[in-house]
């Protein structure tokens, strides 16, 4: 008897999701039980083996990152129910897809993420960016930027897609980071509707009433008078002038210069070990013996270390264009590390004129942004003189000579990690490209040139170089997260989140131990500001891929607890008016990290408000959103004070005005559009007065041509002149 083939089970047409609970499906795509649930939908396709189809349902969650990739290949796929455009494109690649084009971004094709989106090309009309934009808002009210929490414990080490896996998205030439993602998120969709009717776009539906027709058009009228007001201040700066004068370098008054010198080494001195300090105070008096014999690296170094100084010097509303004189020592220092390579500056003091220029472009936010290609020629620099290599592999030298070699390395590789980080580019160097060791833990006053040895003190004693060594401390661990973060091939799964999370928590707890310590033996308020800065700010970037999925996905509450933990930490330190003042002026990291607190703060906020409108409790829980407001009206207050300090941005004090317009319009169950653009025009009216104030001070030189000058801004931003980017949180976009 011939065997009969064995009969093969018939395949389920139920989705994975109804079959493990038991229930009737529908069998739509998604069906109506998983939209219900809000979880994703997959069915089993035996003849090609498991695809996964996912459905993100609406819930009040943050936004999902843009590029999210599945490891699994799916050779063949399901086909979706079509959309009302005919497309077969989810919804989650459609919104990724109009938030690049309303956002300029460009997409490269073999970049992309694995949900089938193509790349479209970038429509050069403001206007019809923005018409899709709103008209996909529209479309897919009850679409939702969650993942579903299907996930399990035996994929949450799966990889959130890194460089390789994402599409390369530029803005302004240069790469957005993890906060411009989280920037275009959903919860933000009526603020971003209210500007890009402000820009004359065709907005559907939202800001189409009479209520609020006249509003966006005075916003449209009030952010283009801010435009040309920043312009007109901006025009006096060295990189904005036609024929910068030859200005000399001439210190200000002895005496004036001697109180912003001793604010350089009491602050930033501690963390970024650049000088010897009994060595340059001998060369600073023999400065003032005789100004006119001192050579140019004397002169510049002497400059940028008051100029530094002076950003703690409190000069009220009369500086006597002190500012401006220190801009352009600022200018002039770096014209001199670009000019012809002489052997003069490829040494010691090269490289501390070039640390301390990096560091004043940071601090006085003079191309602060743009750091981390600065960065590259350094680095060659101090590679050049064999900087990465310990002292006790080349020819003998001083303790001095040694120790400053060393300390200078550790600064330089802080700067490295700093601007990797704010930047969304990896750092230039790794640990395995050197082998200098640590400085040791010993003052200043205890070595010179003649000093042939010198005992270390204990790690526990607090010196001079102590903050240096305890910024060191975490250094490779923050390496690796900015590897992690920025690498092009570099896949970030939870459990390394976790891991150096762990690693970089340890190492905050152990400089506050120290600090404790030795709060009686030098350590300042401004000091432990400063070191938990620039340690706790890396938890924001290295959390968010998984906070973002925190709410569809109970496993990731901890990254959505440590970032906003960080977020508030950082926007409320230790009183001290030499740090807050620190933070309202500068640039480059010191404001990249009031950023990203301010995104965080701003999303978690508003999406508790709309969780608690939807389940009724939002006049229970008064009482954890109060902190959130409270730390967002702090930032405002800071927004202004860096306007009347030098910043012309004005979109981060507008948009945070408007974040808290909609919260309070949801909270007192009115609508949000009247309120968001009545908040906007009050920001801009408020920032306008700060600008036009700020220009009235500083009238510009006749030898500016103004006409030329403004002509030479913003010829690509179309008739209306304004930066329809929409990047928010981006300090460098259109007003600054």
Known sequence: METQPRKRRRPALSCIECRRRKVKCDRTDPCTHCVVSKVECNYRIYNDGLHTQQHPQQNTSWASTPSESTNAPSPKVRPQQPNADGSDIGYGAIRRQVIATALGWNETPNHLPNDGLRPTPRNQDAESDFRGLIHLLKEFPAASTTYGPSETSRNISASQSGSQDSQIIMNKTRTLKWSHYVGAAEEFAIILACYAAAGGCDYGSLFQGADTRELVAQIGDLLKQCKETARSIKIGRPSRCLSSPKTGLLPPARELADTMVTHYFESFESTHRILHV???????????????????????????????????????????GFHNMVRQWVYTAQTWLSGPLEKDRLNISGLQIHCLTILAREILSIGGDLVWVSMGSLINSAMQIALHRDPKHLPPMSVLQTELRRRLWVTILEMVVQSSLDSALPPRLSFDDFDTEAPSNINDDEMDELTTAVQPRAKNTFTTTSMQLMLYSSLETRFRIVKLLNGLSSEISHSDVLSLSSELNKALCECNRFIVENERSGVTRFHRNLLDYLVRR???????????????????????????????????????????????????????????????????????????????????????????????????????????????????????????????????????????????????????????????????????????????????????????DLDFFFPDAGFT
């Open 538 to 724: 890396f938890i924001i970037p290295l959390h968010c891929p998984f906070a973002t999925r925190a709410r569809a996905n109970p496993l990731f509450h901890f990254s959505l607890k440590a970032s906003l933990d960080a977020a508030m930490a950082i926007i409320s330190p230790e009183p001290d008016a030499s740090f807050s003042h620190l933070m309202a002026i500068g640039g480059g990291m010191f404001r990249e990290g009031v950023r990203c607190a301010s995104t965080v703060i701003s999303l978690e906020l508003i999406t508790q408000v709309e969780a608690q409108d939807s389940d009724g409790t939002l006049q229970r829980n008064v009482y954890y959103r109060e902190p959130l407001k409270r730390a967002l009206r702090n930032i405002i207050a800071l927004a202004a004070e860096r306007i009347r300090q030098g910043e012309t941005n004005i979109k981060l004090h507008m948009f945070l005005c408007m974040v808290l317009a909609q919260v309070e319009a949801i909270e007192a169950g009115v609508s949000c559009e009247p309120k968001v653009a009545q908040s906007a025009i009050l920001s801009l009216e408020f920032c306008l007065d700060l600008l036009q104030t700020r220009l009235g001070n500083a009238p510009l030189s006749p030898r500016h041509d103004t006409n030329r000058a403004l002509s030479s801004f913003g010829s690509d931003q179309g008739d209306f002149g304004l930066d329809l």
């Open 278 to 320: 009994p060595t340059f105070w001998a060369d600073y008096q023999k400065y003032w013996s005789n100004p006119e014999s001192a050579s140019t690296t004397l002169r510049l170094k002497i400059l940028l270390v008051i100029g530094i100084g002076s950003s703690l010097y409190e000069f009220g509303d009369t500086d006597g």
